[in-house]
């Protein structure tokens, strides 16, 4: 199935856990530094430096382009260090995020909730990730180097339903299916 | 005295910083292979290939395996007979790292304090663990070490009566909590004896063993083989999203201990398992 952000609620509401999805179009990173300045904006009520409703967040931290590329390798990071951040985000808008591992069940409550999915992206599969790249451009927070908020331009970029809007998740489920202890 | 000069040390750590984050060994690649037959998840078979094809996209195209490219962690065999020339040694490697980090198109992923976290900008510091051997010879081994993997490492103080029980519960609890997070399939380091500081390093030692090989002493080969077999029991998975293959391999490191104390620690490496050594 193809997602093309932003998303709406309809969007992702037909997804179930274990679907495969491609995305094409923006997606804005951020991962620890950066969610950390987020809060600190929205705790004071001053203005966000991208609009989250309908977007989609990447917790990632690319490595740096080499000259002619957009970007270098770019796979996700551990999203459960997000944990604390995300349903304030999901509540503010966000309809997805993309990161690696699973999410604890405060986050899954909130995508229940306010409608959102996290979808997981193939860990440590860098070099294959970073080629779905065409496009990066600097937001907020360049000081924070790799850890910057940047909108990507992503073609064909693949992953898999890993919490839907009905409170599925794929790693109980898939981990008890093959467990033998 | 055999004379080893500073820029020597610097090219060569420069060298193996670059050529790890790009080359995923033959041995890594073949346990992907090996795992894609017996994996029964059709999910878990699919990201098997997809890490064999992430290292040939990385080799033949530049890219870094994964844009986590690391802690510079390195062991260091130091002859008792070198005598370096024109700077220090742990200025060479820190010096190695930040040009290969730069030249190699690396990610820098250090901060210069725990708790202010202000990246350092080169990478650096290096983690260096230092140990003098009988020779004339510098041995330096490099892990490009992951922070995801890193975060979840785990240390215990069990009592004797434990024993090799207490040993293997740990160690798989430990992989079960760490569930998905880690990229597995995983190396698994496990450190077992010496003191609290030296356990864990030992677990960190072991991540440096050649996958695949095993350990010396049939006692532990054993224990091995038996913690691995456990591991791939929890139905973690390629990605903790199901399956057989939760790890490629698992290396017990020892030492003697005192009388009342189990020191254990366990650290993992994820599947981008980079390490490269030289010796100068």
Redesign the interface.
Request: proline residues 2%; contains cysteine.
């Given at each position: 199935m193809k997602l093309r952000p932003p998303l709406t609620t309809s969007d992702v509401s037909d997804l179930r856990i274990g679907d495969k999805v491609i995305i094409d179009g923006p997606i804005y990173t951020a991962r620890d530094a950066a969610h950390k300045r987020l809060f600190e904006l929205i705790e004071a009520k001053k203005d966000l430096p991208f609009p989250l409703d309908g977007q989609v967040i990447y917790y990632v931290g690319p490595t740096p382009p080499r000259p002619g590329r957009p970007i270098g390798a770019a796979g996700p990071t551990t999203s459960y260090r997000m944990d604390t951040y995300t349903p304030t985000l999901i509540e503010l808008g966000i309809k997805a995020t993309i990161g690696k591992g699973p999410r604890a069940p405060e986050v899954i409550e909130a995508m229940k909730r306010f409608k959102a999915v996290y979808l997981v992206a193939i860990g440590g599969t860098g070099a294959l990730l970073g080629r779905r790249v065409v496009k990066s451009e600097s937001v907020a927070f360049e000081d924070l180097g790799t850890e910057a908020i940047r909108r990507l331009t992503v073609k064909d970029f693949p992953a898999i339903v890993a919490n839907d809007v009905s409170g599925g998740d794929l790693f109980t489920e898939a981990v008890a299916t093959y467990a033998q202890r | 005295m055999r004379a080893i000069t500073f820029e020597a040390i610097v090219e060569q750590t420069k060298r193996i910083c670059i050529e790890a984050s790009y080359n995923l060994s033959d041995r890594m690649v073949r346990q992907f292979e090996l795992a894609k037959q017996t994996e029964?998840?059709p999910?878990g078979k699919e990201?098997l290939q997809?890490?064999i094809?992430?290292?040939r996209?990385?080799r033949e195209?530049?890219?870094?395996?994964?844009?986590?490219?690391g802690a510079g962690v390195f062991f260091v065999e130091l002859g008792l007979d070198v005598r370096i020339e024109g700077g220090g040694l742990i200025d060479a490697i820190n010096r190695g790292v930040a040009e290969g980090y730069r030249e190699g198109?690396?990610?820098?992923?250090m901060v210069a304090d725990p708790l202010r976290?202000k990246?350092t900008?080169d990478n650096t510091p290096a983690m260096i663990a230092m140990q003098l051997v009988p020779g004339d010879r510098l041995k330096l081994s490099f892990l490009a070490k992951g922070g995801?993997c890193e975060?979840m490492s785990a240390f215990k103080m069990l009592t004797p009566a434990d024993g090799i029980k207490g040993v293997k519960d740990f160690v798989v609890e430990t992989i079960r909590n760490a569930?998905?997070?880690p990229?597995p399939p995983v190396i698994v380091g496990v450190g077992i004896g010496g003191t609290f500081d030296q356990c864990c390093m030992l677990a960190k030692k072991a991540l440096f063993r050649e996958v695949g090989d095993r350990h010396p002493d049939p006692f532990y080969a054993q224990l091995e083989t038996e913690l691995l077999d456990?591991i791939n029991?929890?139905?973690?998975?390629p990605?903790?999203?199901?399956?057989?293959t939760t790890a490629v391999a698992v290396s017990v490191e020892t030492l003697p201990c005192h009388i009342t104390s189990l020191p254990v620690a366990v650290n993992m490496d994820?599947?981008?398992h980079r390490h490269k050594s030289v010796v100068l």
């Open positions: - | 029964q998840s999910l990201i997809q890490l094809d992430n290292a996209i990385s195209e530049e890219y870094p395996i994964c844009q986590d490219t198109y690396l990610r820098f992923s976290r990246n900008g995801g975060n569930g998905g997070n990229c456990e029991k929890l139905g973690i998975g990605m903790g999203l199901g399956g057989r994820c599947h981008a």
